[in-house]
Each structure stands twice: as C-alpha cells, then as structure tokens.
C-alpha cells in the first residue's frame, strides 16, 4: 500500500529554534512536495523536489529550506522559527511524467511555535 | 499561483447536486481534485489532463475546458459522506508537475 510518512504528528517549539519536518515515502517517486495548510488560505506550495538534490521555491519559500539527499526522503527545515510559521504541514509525493498520477500526502505535521 | 475555486462554501440536502468550480490565469497541462475531510490528509477524486484523458472516481465527475483554463467538479446525488472540502491543483505546462492547491471549496451535506 502508498505510504507517505511525516515523522512528528504534533510539535510545539520555540521562536528562534531550527525546526526539521521529516517525510519518508516508500513508492520510490521522484516528486515529492511540502505544503502548508492554513484556514482559508487552502494548500500553498512551499518547495518541490522532481529529483535527489533538485528542488523548485513554491508560492511560500520564505523562511524555508529543504533537504533531498536520498529518493525517498524529504525534510523541510525552518531555520529561526517564527510565530507566523504556526501551521499545518503536508508532505506528499508522486511519480513524474510521463503520464499523470494523483499526489499522495502524508497525515501532515502541526507545528505550533510559541 | 493559486487558482481560483467557488463557491467558497455550499451546503446541500442529501440528495441534491452541487458544482464546484477551479479556474487559472495560466494555460493548464492537468487539474488534479481532492477531498479532505476535517483532521484527515487530502483523498485524490479525479485528474483530468490536456486532451480530454480523465481518471478518478465512478461516482464524481468532471470537466476540463483547456480554452478557458477552467475545470468543474460535478457532485450528484449527494452523500452524506461527501461533505469536506474540496480542492483542485493545477499544473501550469511545462512546470515539471509542480501542482499549485486552490483555497477550497466547504462542503456539507445535511440529512
């Protein structure tokens, strides 16, 4: 079965910390996504990675990083943790061209930085 | 960026259809639609993709004008387990399947 795995379900840190999402996915996709999820503002892009070491700034790079040393792992990094980057996170991933394919997402990770 | 989704919000009996409607500024290779259901990852439903190809979900269906960058997502006889919110992704052409998530639509489907 597609597994896409968000290693902390719930954080809480404070402001000014280095913050590591962690996501694993064990269908061997070359996409793999970060998005954050606020009310009202739906699924907004923050980075993208089509290959190892390959990524793409989304909508909301600011205050991100990530990290794609191997296939099957991609982490989001906040740097200094703000109060603002209080949210929900999604990690998803799917095959690439050709051909389209549905993104599989994670249960996502709720980060509160206080 | 985001395409545009509407309504924002709708509310049906049971039985009664709804339209939800994803539209973009860009020319559009595929528009991916989602549900998500409160606390829960968003659940794939449909993918329609330049040149008329659809893949999703028997009960569902959907509309893809590549001419006005505009996609329709068709719920008929309503569920109650339908209600959630819904999503459309788009991907822009030649964006290397980097898919961009409109703001929702809310659905509830009352008794």
């Known amino acids: ?114 | 960026q985001q395409p545009v989704q509407s309504p924002q919000a709708v509310i049906l009996r049971e039985g009664e259809d709804a339209v939800i409607n994803c539209s973009s500024s860009k020319a559009l290779y595929s528009v991916h639609w989602y549900r998500q259901k409160h606390g829960e990852a968003p659940v794939f439903l449909m993918i329609l993709l330049k040149g008329g190809e659809q893949k999703g979900h028997e009960k569902i269906s959907a509309s893809f004008n590549e001419k006005k960058q505009q996609s329709s997502l068709y719920l008929t006889a309503s569920q109650l387990s339908y209600s959630g919110t819904y999503f459309c992704g788009t991907e822009v052409g030649g964006s290397n399947y980097k898919l961009t998530f409109g703001k929702g639509t809310l659905l509830t489907v009352n008794p």
């Open chain 1, 1 to 114: 079965d597609v597994k896409v795995t968000q290693s902390s379900r719930y954080l809480v840190k404070r402001t000014g910390e280095k913050v590591f999402l962690e996501c694993v996915q064990d269908m061997d996709h070359e996409n793999m996504f970060w998005y954050r999820q606020d009310p009202g503002l739906g699924l907004r892009l923050i980075y993208f990675s089509y290959d190892v070491k390959m990524k793409e700034k989304g909508d909301i790079p600011e205050g991100y990083s990530v990290s794609r040393e191997k296939k099957e792992r991609f982490s989001l990094i906040l740097e200094s943790a703000s109060t603002n980057q209080t949210s929900m996170y999604l990690c998803a991933s799917n095959p690439p061209p050709p051909g389209r394919n549905t993104i599989y997402f994670g249960e996502g990770s709720w980060l509160t930085v206080v």
